[in-house]
């Protein structure tokens, strides 16, 4: 009698059906969450439709911008779905319905958005339908996986359709929901118009602090050493020791004022940039920020490339200086962190501490939105993360060429 043979390990068991029940169960789910929203669109179409129809007829004028702004919502709830199967973000680019009826109209029917939604909505209504499918599926595939898989040990053939089936409802809209790039060029205009606005008054903001430190500071202690040294010109003569006293007194002045006229220097461009580059800059800040800092500094050292343009080394500096200066004053913590690394799409300054957090970029003080707006300026990214309790971390990602 022959010998049965032995089960191979490597073969699918009853055991290894359930991954595949799991993964069945997950995309009908994903299929049922989708087939509402379908059946919400045949509901919603019927009210685009008399929308439309209104607006043609010059009576409903102000319920279309309403219609698009409802597609907007649910197209958004199908971003999201999608992007929980697939765990891939499904970017928007629409442009603000807002002003009069009439603008608002207009801006409803002219967004590229509009026109991809719509496109989408379409698709929607026949391919929404795929769960449909999935109940047969089920059906036959408990039967055919559960002989075929369960005591055949083959892997299953049937109860994995339905997950493509979601997979491909996910694809489909990810397709037709991807801004176009007329929508993505208008998104970055409109970006690049408020980011330049924002550079010109964080601009025209440093140059009113410049005159106003020249203005108090270096020009007070010029016009005071101008006065001294005109009292001991006239006093030189009758009074000799007066006109000196004056002399010491105006070289203090002198040398207050060259102090004050280095300060500016440093807030316009720090020399220590420019003479020790952006690790060395920052070291030496940390060194002379009051707080027990540490610095790490990962590819921006003097033999690991080249640096990175002036302009994103100053922004990045600024960034580190209002950061640690920002942890001094409200933390409440002696320590903080300065990490600074070279990316592959730029450099990245991130400054923590272990403070008490809760950091409102709209209280007026902390200096972050004058750290967004440098670094805005540059077209790069602020992340502030600072929940009550801490941490407080501010992380800056400036975009250059390497």
């Not at 709209?362 to 967004?372: A, D, N, Q």
């Amino acid at each position: 009698m022959a010998a049965l043979p032995r089960p191979d390990p490597a073969a699918p068991s009853v055991d290894g059906m359930f991954p595949t029940l799991r993964q069945a169960a997950r995309a009908t789910l994903w299929l049922a969450m989708a087939a509402v929203l379908t059946f919400g669109t045949y509901i919603f179409i019927t009210v685009l439709l008399l929308a439309a129809g209104g607006t043609v007829v010059l009576v409903g004028a102000w319920m279309l911008p309403e219609a698009v702004l409802l597609i907007r919502r649910i197209a958004a709830v199908k971003r999201r779905q999608a992007a929980a199967w697939t765990g891939r973000e499904i970017p928007e680019a629409y442009e603000p319905i807002q002003g009069t009826v009439r603008e608002r109209l207009l801006i409803a029917v002219r967004d590229p958005g509009t026109l991809a939604d719509l496109r989408w909505m379409g698709s929607h209504y026949v391919y929404g339908g795929l769960f449909l499918l999935a109940l047969p599926l089920w059906a036959v595939g408990l039967v055919v996986d559960g002989v075929w898989a369960g005591l055949l040990r083959r892997p299953a053939v049937v109860l994995p359709l339905v997950s493509r089936l979601a997979g491909l409802d996910a694809h489909w809209s990810e397709t037709l929901l991807k801004p176009s790039p007329k929508a993505r060029l208008a998104e970055r205009v409109q970006e690049l118009t408020a980011t330049r606005a924002d550079a010109i008054a964080a601009h025209g903001a440093e140059l009113r602090r410049i005159e106003r430190d020249l203005h108090d500071g270096a020009q007070a202690r010029l016009v005071s050493l101008s006065m001294r040294i005109g009292l001991a010109q006239r006093a030189y003569d009758r009074d000799p020791a007066g006109a000196r006293k004056l002399l010491v007194d105006a070289q203090e002045q002198a040398e207050a004022a060259l102090s004050e006229l280095r300060h500016v220097v440093r807030g316009i461009h720090p020399p220590i940039l420019t003479d020790r580059g952006l690790a060395g800059a920052v070291r030496a800040l940390a060194a002379g920020s009051g707080l027990e800092t540490t610095v790490s500094v990962d590819g921006l050292e003097d033999a690991d490339g080249p640096r990175p343009p002036a302009a994103v080394e100053a922004a990045a500096y600024f960034v580190v200086a209002e950061a640690l200066t920002n942890a001094a004053k409200h933390s409440g913590s002696p320590r903080a962190a300065v990490h600074l690394e070279r990316v592959r799409t730029g450099l990245r300054a991130v400054v923590r501490d272990e403070g008490l957090g809760g950091a409102d970029e709209t209280g007026g003080g902390t200096g972050l939105l004058g750290i967004r707006r440098r670094v805005a300026a540059l077209d790069g990214i602020v992340t502030v993360t600072s929940p009550i309790g801490g941490p407080t971390m501010v992380a800056a990602e400036l975009p250059c060429v390497w």
